[in-house]
């Protein structure tokens, strides 16, 4: 089975925004803005804390999740808006294998660009920073770095392919990620709004409490979330529904 989800992985990679092979040169194109915002204009905005502030975690986890879930929406959505769905279906592959093998497409996909950023904000930063030395994440932030965008990448792919699965088109597997992404960043939005008396306390905890220890229950409850999203996404996952749908 492993081999049928390779299979599917490549297919969709691609045909996945960025890689699609075509005549024109707008792919091409739009690649080299996306890597110029996020790994050389934002990176050089932030200097030399890029490489060294534990809080460009939030970054690193910010980045997959919207590139990836704004993808991955059209994993099933859109093989049934192409009319491809019936003959993907009517393959020998199994349920699972095409199923993981959309995710790990959206996985991949969402590893691979944003470690390209990574390496590229390296660069930009140690020639404009540098100054004769090599700027370099801390050992702690590349492991945590690596450990985020997989997860995050993984959490964002599940959801992106439950939403598709239920979707009747794009526009709406698209309309219901926004939804998602919203609820799932409430939290951080109205962090601003918080009286101080509510949350200066929380954050005095915070100060005190060991940063690993708190990576590592955030590394945690992302991990939980992507066994949810994965298990979700097999429960819905019925070939005789789709085609019906």
């Known amino acids: 089975m492993f081999t049928d989800i390779l299979t599917v992985a490549m297919k969709e990679i691609k045909e996945l925004p960025y890689l699609r092979r075509d005549k024109s040169r707008t792919n091409l194109f739009s690649l080299l803005i996306f890597i110029g915002v996020f790994g050389i204009f934002l990176p050089l905005q932030n200097g030399q804390g890029w490489v060294t502030s534990p809080l460009n ?111 009747s088109s794009v526009r709406q597997a698209q309309q219901a990620f926004t939804v998602a992404y919203f609820v799932m960043f409430i939290p951080l939005m109205i962090l601003p709004w918080v009286p101080a008396t509510v949350s200066q306390p929380v954050v005095n905890i915070l100060i005190k409490t060991d940063f690993t220890m708190i990576a590592i229950l955030a590394g945690v409850i992302v991990v939980l979330l992507d066994v949810a999203l994965i298990l979700a996404a097999l429960r819905r996952f019925k070939r005789a529904r789709l085609i019906l749908d």
Request: a positive charge; proline letters at 2%.
């Open 57 to 167: 975690l939030l970054y690193w986890a910010w980045l997959p999740f919207m590139l990836v879930g704004t993808t991955m929406v059209d994993a099933f959505a859109g093989e049934r808006e192409r009319h491809t769905l019936e003959t993907l279906l009517a393959s020998r592959l199994s349920d699972r294998a095409i199923l993981f093998g959309k995710i790990l497409a959206g996985i991949i996909y969402g590893f691979g660009m944003t470690l390209a950023c990574i390496l590229v904000g390296l660069v930009a930063v140690n020639l404009a920073f540098g100054h004769g030395r090599l700027l370099l994440f801390p050992a702690s932030i590349t492991l945590g770095i690596l450990a985020v965008v997989l997860l995050i990448s993984t959490m964002s792919s599940g959801l992106g392919v439950l939403v598709s699965l239920r979707a």
